[in-house]
């Protein structure tokens, strides 16, 4: 069984904003597996699936970002998920637009929602994708990725999600 956890915000004034870049992500991969988020559980919205013989579970926390470790900790307790088996997908401000990384291991490096996960589940040993979503110096932190992507800036995410 696999675990694919996007974070994000919850409620309407988050959709589209650049730190609900994992509920984007998440979202086109949902559309490509021709699943839908129909399950609410573990304080998450799920879509669950099979992918080659093999149960994968999409999450979408619907805590509020900086607390999505209790939707993964109580999904991951229920069905016995292992650490290796978990990815998560966050957006990553040191990283410009458009760029993907992925990390086998690490600290939250600044990421709030990725940090709680690291703490509650008591290892940094957790497969994350990180999706750029840049930095603008002339903005805050908090108004900038709680800002909406410019119309350049979606298009270059978009093609960064075509996986």
């Known amino acids: 069984m696999k675990l694919i956890v996007g974070l994000g915000n919850i409620g309407r004034e988050y959709e589209n904003t650049r730190h609900n870049a994992g509920f984007m992500v998440i979202d086109k991969l949902a559309s490509k597996l021709n699943v839908s988020f129909d399950q609410s559980k573990f304080k998450a919205s799920l879509a669950i699936t099979n992918v080659n013989g093999e149960k994968v579970i999409l999450m979408k926390p619907s805590t509020y970002m900086n607390l999505s470790g209790e939707a993964v900790l109580e999904c991951v307790n229920f069905y016995k998920i292992a650490v290796d088996d978990i990815l998560i997908i966050h ?64 298009d270059i995410f978009n093609e960064a999600c075509d996986w």
Do not use: C, W
């Open 91 to 154: 957006d990553d401000m040191d990283l410009p637009v458009g760029s993907v990384r992925l990390r086998m291991q690490g600290s939250g490096a600044g990421q709030k929602g990725m940090k709680n996960i690291i703490d509650l589940l008591h290892t940094s040993q957790i497969k994350r994708i990180r999706m750029g979503i840049g930095r603008d110096q002339n903005i805050d932190v908090i108004n900038y990725v709680l800002g909406k992507f410019r119309k350049d800036e979606i």
